[in-house]
Every structure is written in structure tokens, then in C-alpha cells.
């Protein structure tokens, strides 16, 4: 699905030719790397953990999202406390390595990621707003953007609080059913961005 997705991406790019969406695809691009990346990781040099590799890939995936929105939204303040959240982030990673002295080679992040997914969620909240205060939801289909900040919403808003969970339960039976929640809101996330890539597209060509 995911391929799926960068394939539709990728085609959109070529026609909008927005530098946020050339930002996003790349990004696509290379979380696809990062998954086979991962498999491999974790078959062939670490065998049953490939936290490292996430590990690497959230700051990364972080970044994207809160540039995204810092670029979007017009509030200064609220551009300044996008900046704050993202230093907020880090500071929460050097927490958990130096101070809980959590193993990233063994572990993923919990606490930096409940953070920054919930401080994005805070974000896109008000990206939201803005877009009805300024009377734009009319023409809302053809900003890209909204059709990112909704398909990671959701896909946040119901993984946020399972990282909770993951640690503590990464070798029990518990962890399948959190794999299915992860696998069907991964799933809804490229759906979204499928449909804001080819609404997007469209509108590009009128």
C-alpha cells in the first residue's frame, strides 16, 4: 500500500510541482527504504530487533510533519511553539538515553514519541481552525496539506497512545493486536493521502 502510495505521490509532484509536496514525497520515499532497510536489520545483522532503524527514522519523520505545518500555518506564535515542540522532542530523547537510560539499540522511543505525536496533534488541531477561520474550507480539497494533516491525525490519534504499550509488551501475545491497530491505521493513512494526492492533482489541471 505504501508503494502504492509514493507511485501516486510521486506523479503528483511531477504535476503540481510544490516544493512542500516534493518535500513529502521524498520523505515517502525514503520511509519505504527505511521499512526494507528495517526487515533487513533485523533478519540479517540484529535478528528479532530493528528498534535502531525507527529510532533514526523518527526524527526524520517528526521533522517532516512539524515543517510541514510550521510552513502552513500563519500564526508567528503559533509557528514559534512548533519550534519549541520539536526542541521538546530531542530534549525528551536525551532524557530517555541519558537520564532513564532506555537502549535505542533494544528499544524504540516511547516518551519522545508520545510527545512530539501529541504535540502534532495539537498542530494539526489548529491548522484545522485556521482553515475554518479564514473561510478556506471551501477550497480545502486542493491543499495537500489538509490531506496530510488528516491522514496522520488519525493514524497518530489512535497510535499515540499505544506507544504507551509497546515496550512493555513487545514479546507478549498483546503485541499482535497492536501490530492489527497499526497495520488497519496505516492502511486509513495511505487512503487518505492516495485520495489528496488524486483530489490535488485534479484540481491542478482545472
Known amino acids: 500500500m505504501q508503494i502504492v502510495t509514493v507511485i501516486v505521490g510521486t506523479l503528483a509532484a511531477f504535476k503540481q510541482r510544490n516544493r512542500l509536496l516534493n518535500l513529502f514525497v521524498l520523505f515517502l ?3 519505504i527504504l527505511n521499512e526494507f532497510f528495517a526487515d533487513y536489520y533485523g533478519t540479517e545483522i540484529q535478528p528479532g530487533n530493528n528498534s535502531i532503524v525507527y529510532n533514526v527514522f523518527y526524527p526524520v519523520f517528526f521533522g517532516v510533519l512539524f515543517y ?3 510552513q502552513s500555518i500563519k500564526s508567528r506564535r503559533f509557528k514559534q511553539l512548533i519550534v519549541f515542540m520539536y526542541g521538546s522532542y530531542f530534549i525528551s530523547m ?3 538515553l541519558f537520564v532513564l537510560g532506555v537502549d535505542y539499540t533494544l528499544q524504540r522511543q516511547s516518551l519522545p514519541y508520545i510527545i512530539a505525536g501529541t504535540s502534532l496533534l495539537v498542530c494539526f488541531l489548529y491548522f484545522f481552525v485556521e482553515l475554518l477561520r479564514e473561510e478556506l474550507v471551501m477550497h480545502v480539497e486542493r491543499n495537500m496539506v489538509f490531506w496530510i494533516a488528516t491522514a496522520y491525525f488519525f493514524y497518530l490519534l489512535a ?4 506507544k504507551v504499550e509497546q ?3 513487545a514479546n507478549s501475545v498483546r503485541m499482535a493486536s497492536l501490530f492489527d491497530v497499526y497495520f488497519i491505521m496505516t492502511l486509513i493513512m495511505n487512503l487518505f493521502l492516495i485520495i489528496g494526492f488524486v483530489w490535488s492533482s485534479l484540481w491542478e489541471e482545472k
Request: net charge negative.
Open 167 to 169: 515496550n512493555y509488551y
Open 94 to 96: 536525551f532524557i530517555e
Open 159 to 162: 497510535y499515540v497512545p499505544l
Open 68 to 70: 510541514l505545518l510550521h
Open 29 to 31: 520515499w525514503y520511509a
